[in-house]
């Protein structure tokens, strides 16, 4: 028959550990509870708690031969089943006896040790039923915070949306109002290219209505030769209708030709509907001239650039 140590080494405890917890508990069934209590625990823990509780012990204990349980009458051959009785049943009113506990008989052995085995798989159960509800609190924990994290990020990807929407927005108004701006400063400046030719137009159809002084005098002697002169010296200048431009976009050059009433925005629309280039600004190398969208307004014959020019398009 095998002896208590050999069952526990059997059943997969360490000799040295189930060595002490025979000492401690006195039969198979409590040391297997006192096992289980302290499976956590290494040797040097367990040896120094029994130091500790050695120390702790009264001295008139030493001479009992046996511990009785006063709430219940059960009988233990030590102190250290006592204390283990007390622990599991809540029984605090113990005392010595001298009364020696007979030996358990093989029966009573096996008894126990079944009893002791149920008691530590009910209670290992038990300690799974509370870690798998622990572990399922921990996922619906896990799951909430993860939600929660979800919905802050798609909130914030819904306000970045909503404040990229609002600059495009932004954006359009903005280039709609600075193309109505060049729209309309076109728009007056031919206007006034308009009223001016109409003004030159009268005033050479009847100069004499706009200088009435030198009509007089044209007609005393030797007037007739001042008013030729006069005529003369009236006559605009040859003008040149037409500006030939070289135009250096990263593409390569364009060369071109635009009537010199052509404004820099009907040439920069030309060249984004032929090459597909957008225009924001012109360089004029000789002399150093820069043109941006401000002066887009502005015809060939005002920017200077008549009858012929060369310009950087960036």
Known sequence: ???????LADMGFDREKAQMALKKGGNLPSAIDWL????DKSMEDLKADEGEEESALPQAGASANSMVCNDCGKRFRNMTAAQAHAERTGHDDFAESNEEIAPLTEEEKKAQLELAKQRMMERKAKQADEDKAAAKRNDEIKRKHTKESEDAKEDLKKKEQIKEAQQKKKEKADDIAAKKRIKDKIEADKAERKRKADEEK???????????QGAGSAAAPGGAGAALASAQAAKPKATH???????????????????????????????QEESGVQASTFTQNFPKKVFDQGDFGMTLKEAGLV????LIVQ
């Open 307 to 310: 009858p012929s020019a060369a």
């Open 1 to 7: 028959m095998s002896s208590d140590l050999d069952q």
């Open 241 to 271: 209708s037409e500006a030939r431009l070289r135009l250096q976009t990263p593409g390569g050059n364009v060369m071109k030709n635009f009537p010199a009433e052509t404004t820099l925005f009907e040439v920069a629309h030309a060249l």
């Open 36 to 39: 289980d209590k302290n499976a």
């Open 202 to 212: 009268a005033m050479r159809a009847n100069p004499a209505a706009y200088d009435p």
